[in-house]
Nanobody, 110 residues
């Protein structure tokens, strides 16, 4: 299984970005898809997850601003990020079971 993220970039504070993660190979529709992020000199943290049945969970820091969605037909998971803040700056990684993407960089300028 390969996970490929896209959609990162540079955006001003208050702006929006939508990240995509396309999974190739056989993935489990039952297990959760997750987005993590890692800021410079910080540990990787879970941002959002979505399980089968569209049950979504979010880190407190992004609740109300980020939305995770999953399209099983396209083997794709999305992360819509609104009202971005400089502290959201990080490399964002897609995760499914023990598979990881290489990440996409999100930079939010103040």
């Amino acid at each position: 299984v390969q996970l490929v993220e896209s959609g990162g970039g540079l955006v001003q504070a208050g702006g929006s970005l939508r990240l995509s993660c396309v999974a190739s190979g056989s993935i489990s529709s039952v297990n959760a898809m997750r987005w993590y992020r890692q800021a410079p000199a910080k540990q990787r943290e879970l941002v959002a997850s979505i399980a089968n049945g569209e049950i979504a969970n979010y880190a407190d820091s992004v609740k109300g601003r980020f939305t995770i969605a999953r399209d099983n037909a396209k083997n794709t998971v999305y992360l819509q990020m609104n009202s971005l803040k400089p502290e959201d700056t990080a490399v964002y990684y897609c995760n499914h079971m023990f598979y990881w993407g290489k990440g996409t960089l999100v930079t939010v300028s103040s």
